[in-house]
């Protein structure tokens, strides 16, 4: 049900092994939920505390074969499927002028299509009874960077899934929505974030002045799927420490000089 409690919920967590899909199926098993982790990496001790509760597949979720699996399998061991996370995603890129076409089609099939195809099985194991679809998005499906054009068109593409899915699912009782994170502390950006000078001029752009931690998008995820959010469908949710608000350059030395001048008149 669209309106499931978090210790009844069987969900499915995509990308369950690592960064904020685990904070994710932590956080779901911590509140009593039964999980299905879907992923192509090995899940080294995620779950252990929640015997029978967690059930670790392994997921590709760009073949279609594998998520029809998995959905099925949490109909057939556990009688229904409540919610489901999309949360895996990779990113590989390249200047533009150098960007080959495989590595375009490795990280968009992952970013995009995974998600197509997730919803898609999801969607049919939740027709009867309704549901909760979360996406992770990101701040990068607004903001483009360097090099991240496929990632970036990519997550852009997952916002207006998003919104279709929410607006063909609703008549089944299904609400689909996405969180954007913005710079996130898990193996995915470890490069960057140990990166002194990198992050320090970050750091200037994020007005909480740190990166974010995968338990912070995991709560925001665990909100939409939830009951508290029974009427939210078709949103996105930032998630990024006010750097959203900081595109516009920092004009307070600037204003400060105005202030300044109108003293003087
Ligand atoms: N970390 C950030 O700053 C940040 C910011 C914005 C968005 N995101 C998004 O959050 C999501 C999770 O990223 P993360 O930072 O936790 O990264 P992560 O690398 O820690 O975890 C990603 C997981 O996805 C899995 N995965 C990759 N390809 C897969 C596939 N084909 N099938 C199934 N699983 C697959 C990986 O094995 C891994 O376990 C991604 O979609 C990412 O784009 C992350």
Same mark, same amino acid.
């Given at each position: ?144 960077? @360097?090099?991240?054009?496929? @990632? ?19 008549? @089944? ?74 595109? @516009? ?17």
């Amino acid at each position: 049900m669209a309106g499931t409690r978090e210790d009844q919920m069987v969900a499915i967590v995509t990308g369950a092994a690592s960064g904020i899909g685990r904070s994710v199926t932590e956080m779901l098993l911590a509140r009593g939920a039964t999980v299905i982790g879907a992923d192509v990496s090995p899940f080294s001790g995620v779950g252990v505390g929640s015997p029978g509760r967690f059930v670790g597949r392994r997921v590709d979720v760009t073949v279609e074969e594998d998520l029809r699996a998995a959905t099925g399998a949490a109909l057939e061991e556990f009688g229904r499927l409540d919610a489901a996370f999309n949360v895996a995603g990779v990113s590989r890129g390249a200047p533009l002028m150098d960007l080959d076409e495989d590595v375009w089609d490795f990280t968009v099939d992952r970013v995009l299509k995974g998600v197509f195809l997730s919803i898609k099985h999801e969607a049919r194991a939740m027709r009867e009874t309704g549901g909760a679809i979360v996406n992770v998005s990101s701040i990068n499906s607004r903001v483009p960077m @360097y090099t991240g054009a496929a @990632y970036a068109s990519g997550k852009a593409g997952v916002e207006m899934l998003t919104r279709s899915a929410a607006l063909e699912l609703a008549p @089944y009782g299904i609400r689909v929505n996405a969180v954007q994170p913005g710079l996130i502390d898990t193996p995915l950006t470890q490069r960057r974030i140990t990166d002194h000078a990198l992050m320090e001029d970050w750091r200037r752009r994020i007005p909480l002045d740190r990166p974010g931690k995968p338990a912070e998008v995991a709560s925001a995820c665990l909100f939409l799927a939830g009951e508290s959010a029974s009427y939210i469908t078709g949103a996105s949710l930032i998630v990024d420490g006010g750097w959203d608000l900081t595109s @516009y350059p920092d004009l307070r030395s600037a204003a400060s000089s105005t202030d300044r001048a109108k003293a003087l008149d």
